[in-house]
Each structure stands twice: as C-alpha cells, then as structure tokens.
Antibody
C-alpha cells in the first residue's frame, strides 16, 4: 500500500531555514509527480509546490517562490522541501501528496502523508 | 487565480440525512478538473472525487460528485457517523492549484 511519511518539522526562528523530507513506499516513486501542500492551524489547504517525476520541472505558489525549493532523490524514494527565509505566515502542517501521473503540474492528490508541523516563531 | 467558494460553511444534519455541498468557481474550471477531499480532525485529507464525478478507489457509492464549468456539487446520499468531517473542493485545471475554504458537516 502507498505510504508517505514526512519528517523534519519543528520550531524555527523567523528568517531561519528548515528541510522537510517525505519518504515514499508502496509504489514506483520515480514514475509519479509529487506535491507539497500546507495547512495553517485551524485554516484551509494551500498548494505549495510540485515536481515532475524526473525532477526536470518544478512549480511554486507565489507565496513561497524564491524562498522554497522542491527536490527529489528517486534512488532514495524521497521528496524534499528546502525552506529558507521563513516567516511567521509559513507556520503550518506540511503534507506531501502524490499525483496520479508523472508529469503535468495540474493534478489532484490521490495519496497524502500524515503531515509535519512547522512553527516559525521567535 | 481561480477562487473557489464553498457553501454553506457549516451543515448541521443527522445520520441518515442527505448532504449537499456546493463549490462555485470564479471562472470556468477546465475539463472539469475538480476534486473533493474529506478531512477529519488530526488527519490528512482523503481523496473522494476527481474529474468532478469519478469516485476514488475505495470510496463508498453514497458519495457522488456532479457539475461543470463554475458550479460543482458533492452529495452524500445518507450520512453515516464516519462522514461528519470537513470537505474541501480543489481545482487542478489551472495554475496555481487552489482549494475552497471548506464545508464542515456536523452532527445536528
């Protein structure tokens, strides 16, 4: 069965950095696009970033463009989100989510991880 | 950016009743690229419907989706106790991908 397990969340000061990881299993990771989606405490869902199955194309929400970088290591079945210049408004649970196909950014999310909480606070 | 507006914000119903949730888009959603998710407290969202009307794997047939263009509906024919949750619509037809604000279905 498909499993996505996020890690790397925690408390960080404004302006700091954090790297999230998402370990995937139960499917051929290298064949599917992957997303990050976040949810601020008590709020709705916000799409953050997408990476193509081979890592050749990446897309970002305007709110994180230039500060966050999505990447993947298909040899390790792992997705990453490098977050720099963090702000209080980046505080959220971050979910990795699988796309149902490999390339197009426009996709729904057929499987989700359990999420990891990032808190940006001094 | 396509803005999705869900209504009502909260729906108070009893088990066995029918739930009708609405999602309205600020512009047409191309190719009916509209999905619905269910989220329970402390859990990740779960895919229910994609392509406006296709049920995801393992989703009971009491859940159905309909609509096109700018108006979409999620219907739960008879509410089971496990269906009380928050529901989000999501459009994936144009960038950026966006979500509605959610409808909470609570026990009356």
């Amino acid at each position: 069965q498909v499993q996505l397990v996020e890690s790397g969340g925690g408390v960080v000061q404004p302006g700091g950095s954090l790297r999230l990881s998402c370990a995937a299993s139960g499917f051929t990771f290298s064949s599917y696009g992957m997303h990050w989606v976040r949810q601020a405490p008590g709020k709705g869902l916000e799409w953050v970033a997408f990476i193509r199955y081979d890592g050749s194309n990446k897309y970002y929400a305007d709110s994180v463009k230039g500060r966050f970088t999505i990447s993947r290591d298909n040899s390790k079945n792992t997705l990453y989100l490098q977050m720099n210049s963090l702000r209080a408004e980046d505080t959220a649970v971050y979910y990795c989510a699988k796309a149902p196909y490999g390339s197009g950014m426009g996709s729904y999310f057929d499987y989700w991880g359990q999420g990891t909480l990032v808190t940006v606070s001094s | 950016e396509i803005v999705l507006t869900q209504s009502p914000g909260t729906l108070s119903l009893s088990p066995g009743e029918r739930a009708t949730l609405s999602c309205r888009a600020s512009q047409s959603v191309s190719s009916s690229y509209l999905a619905w998710y269910q989220q329970k407290p402390g859990q990740a969202p779960r895919l229910l419907i994609y392509g406006a009307s296709s049920r995801a794997t393992g989703i009971p047939d009491r859940f159905s989706g309909s609509g096109s263009g700018t108006d979409f509906t999620l219907t739960i024919s008879r509410l089971e106790p496990e269906d009380f949750a928050v529901y989000y619509c999501h459009q994936y037809g144009s960038s950026p991908l966006t979500f509605g604000g959610g409808t909470k279905v609570e026990i009356k």
